[in-house]
């Protein structure tokens, strides 16, 4: 149909005929809008045909289901932009990610003004940022311990 209407697109038959076949696949796409042969190169489709036009007052069945130039530019963008966040299916801490760790990752602080002696408890500790002290997957090992020293509240514990 021109243009197919979204319930009859079925993009999950890209994984079975990848699987099925062991071969590229494609899409040959008339629907109206872009975000159909997006989603096509982010479930593994590396061949994309879609009908373009200068304009789609022209007449003619094609150019009602046609992107014009400036539609066409912005989907290829998209396409790429989808095909660089794919990566290699690895989760690896990533460039970006080591510059903000400290940044965004959380760190084991004083809830309160804790003595030294004082046993931690989640009375007297909470999470907050930045990334810099005790890493709250170490909670429960610090919980029953005594403080070396003095903490004011909201200070980061160290070991």
Do not use: C
Request: aromatic letters at 6%; hydrophobic letters at 35%; glycine letters at 6%.
């Amino acid at each position: 149909a021109y243009p197919t209407p979204y319930e009859d697109i079925n993009l999950n038959a890209i994984n079975t005929i990848k699987s099925k076949f062991k071969i590229k696949t494609g899409l040959s796409d008339h629907s109206l809008g872009i975000e159909v042969p997006i989603a096509a190169v982010a479930l593994g489709s590396s061949i994309i045909e879609k009908h373009f036009t200068l304009s789609r007052n022209y007449k003619g069945p094609d150019h009602q289901a046609s992107l014009e130039p400036n539609e066409l530019k912005d989907m290829i963008t998209k396409i790429r932009n989808v095909e660089k966040s794919l990566g290699n299916g690895l989760k690896n801490i990533t460039n970006s990610e080591k510059d903000n760790i400290k940044i965004a990752r959380k760190s084991i602080v004083a809830k309160i003004n804790i003595q030294k002696g004082d046993l931690f408890s989640e009375n007297n500790l909470t999470i907050k940022r930045p990334g810099t002290g005790i890493s709250p997957m170490n909670w429960y090992k610090l919980l029953g311990k005594r403080a070396k020293k003095n903490y004011s509240a909201d200070e980061i514990i160290k070991l």
